[in-house]
Nanobody, 125 residues
Framework: VQLQASGGGLVQAGGSLRLSCVASGRTFSTYTMGWFRQAPGKEREFVVSISWTGGSTYYADSVKGRFTISRDNAKNTVYPQMNSLKPEDTAVYYC???????????????????WGKGTQVTVSS
């Protein structure tokens, strides 16, 4: 499985962005998907995850109520919708995949089966 993240950019505080992560391969629907972010000088941190069916999601407290994740298994794509963006959301965002695990187990970066290259999100104040 190869993952390709896109949709990053520059946005003002309070604005919105929708990222995308497209996966290659036929087994996308068997992977729990997650997003992480890494700001300069900081460790990579968990943002959100979604189960392989899309029926379960889990959000970091820092984005709860502002970010919404969905997936379209027919298109092999997962979409985090990011609203009410804050300057502290500025980071490189990475998508990741892990085979058939609970969304809660996606909170640590270790153990992911696949990573995509990041996409930069910059929120200006």
């Amino acid at each position: 499985v190869q993952l390709q993240a896109s949709g990053g950019g520059l946005v003002q505080a309070g604005g919105s962005l929708r990222l995308s992560c497209v996966a290659s391969g036929r087994t996308f629907s068997t992977y729990t998907m997650g997003w992480f972010r890494q700001a300069p000088g900081k460790e990579r941190e968990f943002v959100v995850s979604i189960s392989w069916t899309g029926g379960s999601t889990y959000y970091a407290d820092s984005v709860k109520g502002r970010f919404t994740i969905s997936r379209d298994n027919a298109k092999n794509t997962v979409y985090p919708q990011m609203n009410s963006l804050k300057p502290e959301d500025t980071a490189v965002y990475y998508c990741a995949a892990r085979y058939l695990v609970d969304t809660l187990l996606m909170v640590t970066a270790d153990g992911m089966d696949y990573w995509g290259k990041g996409t930069q999100v910059t929120v200006s104040s």
